[in-house]
């Protein structure tokens, strides 16, 4: 029900919106309850005013906003900077989520190469003055009507080449468009998809996910073997996680505990906790410094 201010009409009785919002002449119930000069017009009634009101988007925040336009033109994924330069402007980078905006900052000693989207060493960064990767200008490959003739696609401009030409290494279109979409997803002449009715053995074999064994034999007759490795020090920050994972509870097909191989670098590492995973039956390998 909706508290509706009343208006006298000049003749008996007063009016009240009907369902379609429209003003009619029908007595209001009561008053009860109403501020003054107020009557309520039933539990029925449509004030058009409410109405509106409640259909009304909420305003933007300006952070939202913001935060939209910041996105809006970035690709899934991209970290970016908000301040270029060199310094700690060269280590901050952002990246915008379904959750919000992430930032990150590369440890001390590296900067973040925007081209790479990864942290490299300072002397290898030469793009601090860049927010934004470079962006690329993408072909024509997939187009509601054709573009061009048999054997050819087009540029990014709408140009033809020949198909033979796309992600050969070289620039052949005006804008370089050929070279810029080359990935196992997008080159326009990758390897076609295996069929695996040609593709017999033992001349060939293929899986499209890795996981078929070859012959179609069973699995518990097919002998596997997992190694697992590690990298770098053995310290108090991951040796609780090296536990978690070798706890006992994990076993080999004979029955015996599984083990891994851990390469260990000499800075960070403790030396109690190494000789405990060595103890344990673990491989310690020295991992290289070149």
């Not at 573009?147 to 087009?154: F, I, W």
């Amino acid at each position: 029900r909706h508290l509706l201010k009343w208006k006298t009409t000049g003749k008996v009785g007063m009016t009240c919106p009907n369902q379609k919002g429209k003003q009619e002449e029908r007595r209001p119930q009561t008053n009860q309850g109403c501020p003054r000069g107020d009557r309520m017009c039933g539990q029925r009634s449509h004030n058009p005013y409410l109405r509106v009101k409640r259909q009304e988007p909420e305003p933007i925040k300006k952070e939202e906003s913001f935060e939209v336009e910041l996105c809006k033109d970035k690709d899934a994924g991209e970290w970016f900077r908000l301040v270029a330069g060199d310094g700690d402007n060269c280590r901050d980078v952002i990246q915008c989520t379904s959750s919000g905006l992430q930032a990150i900052r590369c440890p001390a000693g590296l900067y973040f190469d925007i081209e790479k989207q990864t942290c490299d060493w300072k002397d290898a960064v030469k793009n601090c003055k860049l927010k934004n990767k470079e962006r690329k200008v993408k072909p024509l490959l997939y187009t509601d009507e054709p573009l061009c003739q048999d054997g050819s696609l087009a540029c990014g401009d709408g140009n033809c080449i020949e198909r033979g030409l796309f992600c050969n290494g070289e620039k052949d279109c005006s804008d370089g468009s050929d070279e810029n979409t080359c990935d196992n997803d997008n080159d326009p002449n990758r390897a076609p998809p295996c069929d695996p009715s040609v593709c017999v053995l033992p001349d060939c074999f293929c899986s499209e996910d890795g996981t078929t064994i070859p012959g179609d034999l069973p699995a518990k007759d097919v002998p596997q073997m997992i190694t697992i490795t590690f990298d770098d020090a053995i310290n108090n920050n991951n040796i609780e996680l090296y536990k978690e994972m070798f706890n006992g509870k994990r076993k080999n097909p004979n029955g015996c505990d599984i083990k891994a191989t851990f390469f260990v670098s000499h800075k960070y590492s403790n030396y109690s906790a190494v000789q405990e995973t060595h103890r344990k039956g673990h491989e310690i390998a020295v991992h290289s410094i070149t």
